[in-house]
């Protein structure tokens, strides 16, 4: 039997990295069918953190929520002009159907 192991000691490894790999991913891919993502329409007086309070998701605290937004819209400062739309993160069956801001 020891020599067994030892003759096919580097074929059990990579098996179990592949296992251990195939776990890693399939846990990704079920994190990522929560998550859905929505546009919102900047309004006069709109800002990152007034928006962050009126749709920030249960999974990210509001500065992460800020920071998802300034990455993945490419904003590199808080100014935000009216008429701009960014994408922001939504679990899925949540989906916003108002604007950043109430008229």
Same mark, same amino acid.
């Given at each position: 039997?020891?020599?067994? /192991? ?14 251990? &790999? ?37 999974? &990210? ?28 993160? /939504? ?13």
């Amino acid at each position: 039997m020891r020599s067994l /192991v030892k003759k096919h000691s580097y074929t059990l490894l990579l098996a179990g990295l592949v296992f251990v &790999l195939s776990l890693i991913y399939s846990m990704n891919l079920n994190n990522d069918g929560k998550q859905s993502y929505q546009s919102v329409t900047v309004q006069s007086g709109d800002t990152l953190w007034k928006i962050a309070d009126q749709y920030k998701t249960e999974d &990210l605290t509001k500065v992460e929520f800020i920071d998802w937004i300034e990455k993945h819209n490419d904003i590199y400062s808080s100014t935000l002009k009216p008429g701009d739309n960014l994408i922001i993160p /939504v679990t899925k069956g949540e989906l916003v159907s108002n604007l950043a801001s109430e008229q």
